[in-house]
Each structure stands twice: as C-alpha cells, then as structure tokens.
C-alpha cells in the first residue's frame, strides 16, 4: 500500500501537494475545488489595502517556465471576510498568505485575519513584483524581525516564504527559525526576468519585468530546500517546478515535508492533483516504498 499523507509539523495533510499561492487568484470556489483533490490549500496574498494589480498582460508562458508581473492584486485584508467565510467549510488545511508594504503591517494583517482561523499563516517576504525592490526575505535582520512582530499578534502557526535571489538562504531560514517560524516555503519565484518581443521591440510584461516559475526554476528551489534541510530543523515546503510525481520525489528527496504546486495547474490543468498524486503512487508502489517517510531527506 502506498501511503501518500503527509505531516507538516503536527499538521496532517491527506497528501503532499499544497496549491500555492496565487496561481488560482483571490476566487475562493477554484481554491474550493482544489481543495477536494490537494493536501492543503494557500489563498492569494492579502495585502494592506485594495490593489488592482498590474495591467495584463501580466503572465506569459515562455517556453521554460511562466514569467509573471501580476502585482500583488488584492482586496486588501478588510475585505477579506468573504472569501474567509466561503472557505471555511473546506476539509483540506487552509493556508492563509499575507504580505505588508513594512514590518507592521505584516503584525496588523496576521493580527486581523487570526479571527478566520486560518491553519497556517503563511508570510510572503519574497514578492519579486514590488516596486521599491528590496525583499524582506533578502536580509536576515529583517526577514527576523517581520516573524518576531507577527508572533506578538497571532498563535496561527507561521510559514516563512522565501525568495532564491539572495546571498545566502540558509542564514535566512537559520534566522526565521530562531524567530519562530514554524515551517519553511521556499521558493517564491526567481528574478526578476525579462522577455522582449523583438517584433514589437518591447518587453513582452506590461510591467516589463516578472518572476519567472516552472520546470527551469526546479533545480533551483530543489537546491534551497536541500540546503536548508541540510542545515536547519524546520518543515519546508518544497515549490518550485513541480510538474510531475516524479518532481515531487525530488523534492521530497531534498527534504520537502510537503510540496508546493503552481505553474503546473497551468500546464496540465486543475485536476494536475490528482495526477501528479497518482503519479507518486505509482512510482512508490515500483519502488517498494509504502510511506513519504521513507523518502524524505533521502537525497542527503
Ligand atoms: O502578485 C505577484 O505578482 C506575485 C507575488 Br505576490 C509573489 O509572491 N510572487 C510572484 O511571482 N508574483
């Protein structure tokens, strides 16, 4: 029998595949229908205040991957009650994202949104779409202090996400932890890239620059998760890349507790869930594997 549950800290998933955040928008009834076939669902950040996002077009498929500029759209966290509300019956784990344009509103967001009883509080700190460009998850000092102010304001367990496009990720997870962290997600998108258009003459992205996510950037997010695992005690949720069971083995291999899924709900449509589910399955049932247990951290 293969087992596919997962455990992210005492939290239990049915299995190991988290929606990431965003890939579905701020519609609670996809992030519901994703929820009947994923492990856990993460929402879309929610920001400060209302927020259009950028013009379109805002995410290109590029041949490699997708590069995205979709500008933190969000109905800005008072708003957020209805969306809340309509997810609340939801029998997957619920991850909540948040982002703040500074440390306090990260502590006021957390704070607000606490009352909705979210699972997991998951804190963007790697936003590659801002325009004032520093990332809090780029500095150890401040990517501390953002989860040690959260902390102050709210129980909900606390998932760091954080950015590739940094010196050094292990010191950053280190710094987390010691904050009180609860769990890991690395990675958020890698760049910022660009694609001109050498017809128009002109970067393809309305706001010219995006993230770039998908099968080029898995080696990358595989490579962070290996070395935090190897080097902090923390569950991580492995994103980046995963297109297939066999994507999610890797990173399990590296020491993902869960896996994260995004860009391949583009390629292989909603029900890529139970795909790459059944796709792992299969490849433990070859591999006399019964549990995810087995594998995790294996590559080390
Ligand atoms: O909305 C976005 O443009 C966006 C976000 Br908040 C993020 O965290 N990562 C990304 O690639 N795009």
Redesign the pocket.
């Known amino acids: 029998m293969a087992d596919i549950s997962a455990k992210l800290g005492k939290i239990r998933l049915r299995n190991p595949l988290i929606l990431a955040?965003?890939i579905l928008g701020t519609e609670a009834s996809m992030l519901k229908r994703v929820s009947e076939m994923a492990g856990a669902v993460t929402m879309k950040?929610i920001g400060p205040e209302r927020r259009e996002?950028?013009h379109n077009p805002a995410v290109l498929e590029y041949g490699y991957g997708l590069i995205?500029?979709?500008?933190?759209?969000s109905p800005g966290y008072k708003e957020a009650e209805d969306e809340f509300k309509e997810l609340k019956d939801i029998k997957t784990p619920l991850i909540a994202s948040i982002?703040g344009n500074n440390v306090a509103d990260f502590a006021e967001i957390a704070e607000h949104i606490s009352k909705y009883k979210p699972d997991i509080i998951e804190l963007?700190m790697?936003?590659?779409?801002k325009a004032d460009g520093m990332l809090f998850s780029q500095n150890e000092d401040i990517a501390s202090y953002v989860v040690r102010e959260v902390k102050k304001f709210t129980k909900i367990p606390l998932s760091a996400?954080l950015t590739p496009n940094c010196k050094d990720i292990v010191a950053i997870a280190k710094a987390v932890k010691r904050a009180g962290a609860d769990f890991i997600t690395a990675i958020?998108?890698v760049g910022p890239g660009m694609i001109i258009d050498i017809n128009a003459k002109k970067p393809v992205l309305a706001y010219k620059k995006?993230?770039l996510?998908g099968p080029a950037i898995k080696p990358i997010a595989v490579r962070c998760v290996y070395d935090i695992y190897e080097n902090v005690r923390i569950p991580i949720i492995g994103t980046g890349g995963v297109m297939a069971g066999k994507d999610a083995i890797e990173m399990l291999m590296a020491g993902a507790s869960a896996v994260g899924i995004g860009s391949a709900v583009y390629y292989r449509g909603i029900n890529v869930f139970n795909k790459i589910n059944d796709e792992i399955k299969a490849w433990m049932i070859k591999n006399n594997v019964d549990s995810l247990k087995q594998i995790i951290g294996k590559a080390h």
């Open positions: 955040s965003g950040s996002g950028w995205n500029a979709v500008g933190l759209p982002y963007n790697s936003c590659p779409n996400k958020n998108t995006g993230g996510s």
